[in-house]
């Protein structure tokens, strides 16, 4: 096969389409909610619920992670999609809010794989100090599909009906499981890749982090503080994307006053600054590496603090009058919050070894998903009494807290090796 120049890039690529594809389907709820709460009946409680249920099952991320990091990731990875697709096709058939909610668990459980698969091929396609742009690159895949989902799904709902939208998102999904089975290889394994290249990548991984061929050792990685330091700040932080997934059409319509059209209009402005707050979180760690001498560790830091300080801006969202400025500042919202989640997140395979990056990444990602499991149940219970308001502020809040957590518990230095009592494992 002829060698493909810089094809680490188009690996990325093809794991970012697959988060498209999972945001997507994902977010296929959110944007039409409206619809499905008045036609089923469904009080803003019960919507509250059925997200916990899916929140609730994606916290099993360490269970996905740790099936991707044993039967490897092209062959988990493509399971763990098809199941999602044909789960979210599924929804098209609820007609309760109790069927929706037993749905959203079993997709909540399948999504779950996206951000470790994603971290992993991180880990194992690039060097080091291309891996936070790599992770950008990635999970720009997560704002495009909460982009997309926007007009798509509203363009469904005003053609057919807002059960053919699941179905479509679903149909979608399918057909990468498709590109994803002919083309990804890991890199040993790909016949495209040239020497050079294969070089290079292997010239800037860390050397105290490659597998050493053993299965992960979960109470080990629970023992680190250095997962703890990148586990609280994704606590801390991930509220800000449930709330922008799965409460922003609702915010729009009731507070907002805003109609499908407008939704489709105005709700994927969000997403499109996360797609660059996703690059940007990357290129301001890498540049203070390279023209400022930070470590890569503070790099990242400096990065998400930058990130928090700008999430300030949130706090305001409820206090302005005007509707536009109210969807401008949660766009920088959006930008701010994937600059520096996208940053904590790539810390995974900074701190671990290989053979351990998709389950550390899980167990992170569980810490993040429980914190919007429990603030979206605050908002569903106190919405209707308190407002959005004082939610926009705790936002707002929040990550300078984990930006706090991140300069304390995660120290400059390699995490200590794994106990040595591990499972032998292929």
């Given at each position: 096969m002829p060698k493909i120049r810089g094809l680490r890039w188009w690996m990325i690529g093809l794991i970012m389409l697959g988060s498209i594809m999972n945001y997507l389907t994902r977010s296929t709820l959110?944007?039409?909610?409206?619809?499905?709460?008045?036609?089923?009946?469904?009080?803003?409680?019960?919507?509250?619920?059925i997200l916990g249920g899916f929140q609730a099952a994606i916290m099993a991320q360490p269970v996905a992670g740790y099936v991707l990091d044993v039967i490897g990731l092209k062959i988990g990875l493509a399971i763990f999609t098809t199941a999602w697709a044909?789960?979210?096709?599924?929804?098209?058939l609820a007609g309760s809010w109790q069927a929706l909610a037993g749905l959203r668990v079993l997709l909540g459980f399948a999504e779950g794989s996206a951000n470790p698969a994603g971290m992993k091929a991180t880990a194992e396609w690039f060097p080091a100090r291309e891996r936070g742009i790599a992770g950008g690159v990635y999970n720009i895949g997560a704002s495009v599909g909460s982009m997309i989902a926007a007009p798509l799904v509203v363009w469904t709902i005003l053609h057919y009906n807002w059960q053919m939208a699941f179905v479509i998102t679903g149909v979608m999904g399918l057909a990468w499981v498709v590109l994803w089975l002919i083309f990804y290889q890991a890199p040993e394994k790909h016949p495209a890749l040239s020497q050079e290249e294969k070089d290079h990548i292997a010239a800037g991984q860390e050397t105290h982090l490659q597998s050493d061929g053993r299965r992960p050792a979960i109470l080990s990685i629970l023992r680190q503080r250095q997962f703890w330091g990148i586990a609280i700040p994704r606590f801390l932080a991930d509220p800000t994307w449930g709330t922008l997934s799965f409460w922003l059409p609702l915010y729009l319509t009731s507070v907002r006053h805003f109609d499908l059209k407008e939704i489709a209009m105005f709700a994927w402005m969000p997403f499109l600054a996360a797609d660059f707050g996703c690059l940007f979180g990357g290129?301001?760690?890498?540049?203070?590496?390279?023209?400022?001498?930070?470590?890569l560790l503070n790099a990242r830091r400096s990065a998400f603090t930058l990130g928090a300080c700008m999430m300030m801006g949130v706090a305001f969202v409820g206090m302005v009058d005007n509707p536009y400025l109210a969807v401008a500042l949660l766009s920088l919202a959006g930008f701010a919050h994937q600059t520096l989640s996208v940053t904590v997140i790539t810390m995974s395979s900074d701190l671990f070894r290989k053979n351990e990056v998709a389950t550390v990444a899980g167990m992170a990602g569980t810490c993040g998903n429980a914190g919007l499991f429990l603030f979206s149940l605050a908002i569903g219970a106190l919405v209707t009494t308190v407002g959005y308001t004082p939610f926009f502020v705790c936002l707002g809040v929040l990550d300078l807290i984990g930006a706090c957590v991140l300069w304390t518990l995660v120290r400059d230095r390699p995490a200590p090796a794994a106990a040595p009592a591990l499972q032998p494992g292929n």
């Open positions: 959110a944007v039409a909610a409206p619809t499905v709460l008045q036609e089923l009946h469904i009080t803003t409680q019960q919507y509250s619920w044909l789960i979210n096709m599924a929804h098209g290129f301001v760690a890498a540049s203070l590496q390279k023209y400022a001498g930070f470590t």
